[in-house]
Nanobody, 121 residues
Framework: QVQLVESGGGLVQAGGSLRLSCVVSGSIFKVNAVGWYRQAPGKQRELVASITSGGMTNYADSAKGRFTISIDDVKTALYLQMSSLKPEDTAVYYC???????????????WGRGTQVTVSS
């Protein structure tokens, strides 16, 4: 069993910063990539940023220059440093993992329950 648990969301004023964390735990053999997605009310879930086990990053245009994704050395914790936040960043932020379990099964759709980020104007 694999679990992803996000934390760090909250209410912040426009221009402020937040740091989201995601702890990945369970029967994991290898993490291929992890990422942050977000879903605003009435909108589809969208990629914010992702990072591979090799350190390659990918950012949505809306996140470039403002958000930084990172992962710890043992690939069990994922972070999203968000700065210069805007009201349009308001959404539930989800952690996603593409990994191989100890049973040898690759799964790319492990999701956490999300953490709410609200940016006030």
């Amino acid at each position: 069993q694999v679990q992803l648990v996000e934390s760090g969301g909250g209410l912040v004023q426009a221009g402020g910063s937040l740091r989201l964390s995601c702890v990945v735990s369970g029967s994991i053999f290898k993490v291929n990539a992890v990422g942050w997605y977000r879903q605003a009310p009435g909108k589809q879930r969208e990629l914010v940023a992702s990072i591979t086990s090799g350190g390659m990053t990918n950012y949505a245009d809306s996140a470039k220059g403002r958000f930084t994704i990172s992962i710890d050395d043992v690939k069990t914790a994922l972070y999203l440093q968000m700065s210069s936040l805007k009201p349009e960043d308001t959404a539930v932020y989800y952690c996603n993992a593409d990994l191989v379990t100890r049973a040898g099964v690759r799964v790319s759709n492990y999701w956490g329950r999300g953490t709410q980020v609200t940016v006030s104007s």
